[in-house]
């Protein structure tokens, strides 16, 4: 009873606007950073490190070209060596408002994606606050600033070990 009397105070378009909105892409011929999961620092000519696969995620999920060319007036970025060129990646994204058990939902299927002979080598699931959020992590205050970071991203790998990378605003408290 609780439940419908509380429905009875937004309008039912309100309540359809807060449902998560889901966005499909393939990404061609995508330079991507080659990652061994025991190597966080990365070696040379051998894998890159998971600041560079950090560094590199935020170019591709913002669609910045990789490409490197001078005459580009947005971006010289290019993808860290080494790397190899995937034929095609998929791009999910979910926007809303999303549980955490959702977000542990959708950890599990993706390590799923492994149990079946594939060609990726690693998947990535990265889960952004809200940079305007009035809370960050531990249930403290948010800290705008600048850029209001507040995000995690898994990276994980084939043999499912996985890293676990954060950001946050400077003046807000680590996460646990």
């Known amino acids: 009873a609780e439940g419908s009397t509380l429905m009875s105070y937004f309008p039912q378009n309100q309540i ?11 990404l061609r011929d995508l330079q991507c950073p080659v990652l061994q999961s025991n190597e966080l620092q990365g070696k040379p000519e051998e894998s890159c490190s998971a600041e560079e696969l950090f560094e590199w995620l935020g170019a591709v999920l913002n669609q910045v070209n990789l490409d ?5 007036f947005l ?20 926007t809303g408002f999303i549980i955490p058990e959702k977000i542990i939902q959708l950890l599990e299927q993706l390590c799923c994606y492994f149990s079946e002979p594939k060609l990726a080598h690693w998947l990535t699931l990265t889960v952004h606050g809200f940079a305007d959020s009035p809370v960050s992590w531990r249930e403290n205050e948010h ?9 995690y991203n898994f990276v994980i790998f084939r043999n499912l070990d996985y890293w676990l990378q954060m950001a946050v605003g400077t003046n807000d408290d680590c996460p646990p």
């Not at 490197?68 to 580009?72: E, F, I, M, R, Y």
């Open 68 to 72: 490197n060319k001078s005459s580009s």
């Open 143 to 151: 800290g705008f600033h600048k850029g209001g970071e507040n995000l």
């Open 16 to 26: 359809r606007a807060l449902k998560p909105k889901i966005t499909f892409s393939t």
């Open 75 to 94: 971006s010289t970025y290019c993808c860290p060596q080494p790397n190899m060129v995937a034929d095609q990646a998929f791009l999910c994204t979910i």
